[in-house]
């Protein structure tokens, strides 16, 4: 008696510990990956209470890039999910096709070759304006987050030399996307991992987490091969062949070709 008990008691005990959050979207899409453009697994309903078993970044929902991996083996967004507070709340994902480079050590911040190649198909701008499709933007590309770019630490007008720090502030987050949509197969040297972050920078995070390229290169394909093949795929804007597009894609390619020593993913060097 008294052993069954302490083992009653036992599991009481780690059940009560087994910490869950309510749902609090009427109905909450669990998907196979951390974004909202891979396949939905299952849904919750407003209430439903989940447990986490580890978080992650993805596909930014209002303002909040969490994704919390539920103990259904799937991802939703934590905009979704009430924990009590606006960050982590447990362990971060590692290894797998979803869960980004399981040693944590690619390179955040890209090469000036990158930076270059990234400022020189986004074009300058001094202060803060609508680029061609009515978004607010600065510089190379920064877009604003907050009303007249008040996000931006730097004095307006920028110049070109402030314009290529902010844009090297700004790279890192697409770095860590790419980052955590790529298992431990592909490895990348710098000029590489530019290449692609140059191209998350111009598709948007969740087109490049649910491309091909991304998908080929999780397999084990040859870098070399599968961004000469998929890279120039990306040339259409509006339904339409854009020549500044695939001349962008060729200076990428040409870019992740370029021969260097330095690794970037999975491990940085």
């Known amino acids: 008696m008294k052993l069954l008990s302490i083992a009653v008691f036992a599991l009481a005990s780690a059940t009560s510990f087994a910490k869950t959050y309510p749902i609090t979207g009427n109905t909450v899409n669990c998907r196979s990956g951390p974004g909202t453009s891979y396949s939905v ?32 083996g799937c991802y939703v967004a934590d905009y979704y999910v009430k924990t009590g507070v606006n960050g982590y709340v ?6 797998g096709s979803n869960g980004g480079s399981s040693s944590g050590s690619y390179c955040k911040k890209v090469n000036t070759a990158g930076v ?23 510089g190379y590309g920064h877009l604003c987050q907050k009303k007249n770019c008040a996000e931006v630490k730097y004095k307006f007008p920028l ?4 314009a290529k720090q902010l844009l090297s502030d700004d790279l890192p987050k697409y770095s860590k996307c790419l980052a955590a949509a790529l298992n431990s197969k592909p490895k990348l040297n710098q000029n590489q991992w530019a290449a692609l972050t ?13 491309s091909t390229l991304v998908k080929r290169l999780n397999k084990g394909d040859s870098p070399n091969t ?33 021969a260097s020593s330095k690794q970037a993913y999975p491990k940085c060097q």
């Open 116 to 138: 270059n190649l990234v400022a020189q198909w986004e074009g300058f701008v001094a202060s803060p304006k609508p680029d061609p499709i009515g978004l607010p933007t600065v």
């Open 41 to 72: 697994k299952k849904s919750y309903k407003k209430g439903a209470q989940v447990s986490i078993s580890c978080q992650t970044s993805g596909t930014s929902v209002s303002g909040n890039s969490i994704w919390d991996k539920t103990s259904d």
């Open 90 to 95: 447990t362990k971060k994902c590692s290894g």
């Open 198 to 210: 140059s191209w998350v920078f111009n598709v948007g995070c969740g087109n490049a987490k649910s």
């Open 159 to 162: 110049t070109k030399t402030t």
């Open 226 to 258: 599968v961004a000469a093949q998929e890279l120039p795929k990306w040339r259409m804007a509006g339904g339409k062949v854009m020549q500044g597009l695939v001349n962008r894609r060729k200076a990428e390619i040409k870019l992740f070709k370029t």
